[in-house]
């Protein structure tokens, strides 16, 4: 009895604590890799177009490992000023870089967002609001 004591909570602590790392981790669960789409509009109106191959499921990440985006942290997570080389500098021309998947602007940031195969990610140079 008293060793049933002691190992179902040890259990427990060992199930809990699997988990949470599990839950912590920003690889794919497969170790898979994969393959997404970021398009770059610069402030020129150039485009550049990358085939990001990865196994992190973490955008920022992604994009971190791939030396394309850095910026300033917030309490939101990253601000993205740099993309591909070119910063955006508001307070020179209201310069900000516009995130969007599928062509349509996200709701988050680069830390929320989750990658998939085929996924079509893409930063615009983005002048004023």
């Not at 085939?51 to 955008?59: G, K, V, Y």
């Not at 990440?61 to 939101?76: C, D, K, M, T, W």
């Not at 998947?101 to 990610?121: F, H, I, L, R």
Request: with cysteine.
């Amino acid at each position: 009895m008293k060793k049933t004591r002691i190992l179902l909570p040890a259990l427990v602590l060992v199930l809990m604590l699997t988990m949470l790392c599990g839950c912590a981790k920003d690889k794919a669960s497969n170790g898979n890799e994969i393959a997404f789409t970021l398009t770059v509009i610069h402030s020129d109106k150039s485009q550049k177009e990358f085939e990001i191959t990865t196994t992190e499921t973490n955008l920022r990440r992604a994009l971190e490992q791939e030396n394309l985006i850095s910026g300033q942290e917030s309490e939101y997570g990253l601000f993205v000023t740099t993309v591909d080389g070119e910063t955006a500098d508001y307070s020179k021309d209201e310069g900000w870089w516009c995130l969007t998947k599928d062509g349509e602007q996200t709701a988050e940031g680069v830390d929320s967002c989750t990658v998939a195969d085929g996924d079509k990610y893409g930063f615009t140079y983005t002048i004023g609001y």
